[in-house]
Nanobody
Framework: VQLVESGGGLVQAGGSLRLSCAAS????????MGWYRQAPGMQRELVAA????????NYADSVKGRFTISRDNAKNTMYLQMDSLKPEDTAVYYC?????????????WGQGTQVTVSS
């Protein structure tokens, strides 16, 4: 299963960006999807996650009320709408999925997309 991320870039504080993560590959099902981020010198942290039906979401306290995670199951695509961005949101953002093929469960990471928020 391959994940392709897009939507990162440079934005001023207070601005918005929308990240996308599209999954493709052989027959598989997705159970949950999530966004992580890693700033220089910091550990990778979970930003937001969403279950297969989209009925349950989870956010890091630092992004609650500003970021919204969503998914389009028909397109195997997940989104992260980021509003009211702050310089401390600057990081490489990675998408991750947890799913299963016909024979086994798996977890895959995207290649990462840089988000830079200027003050």
């Amino acid at each position: 299963v391959q994940l392709v991320e897009s939507g990162g870039g440079l934005v001023q504080a207070g601005g918005s960006l929308r990240l996308s993560c599209a999954a493709s590959g052989s027959t598989f099902s997705i159970n949950a999807m999530g966004w992580y981020r890693q700033a220089p010198g910091m550990q990778r942290e979970l930003v937001a996650a969403i279950t297969s039906g989209g009925g349950s979401t989870n956010y890091a306290d630092s992004v609650k009320g500003r970021f919204t995670i969503s998914r389009d199951n028909a397109k195997n695509t997940m989104y992260l709408q980021m509003d009211s961005l702050k310089p401390e949101d600057t990081a490489v953002y990675y998408c991750r999925i947890w799913g299963a093929t016909m024979t086994s469960p798996f977890s895959s990471w995207g290649q990462g997309t840089q988000v830079t928020v200027s003050s």
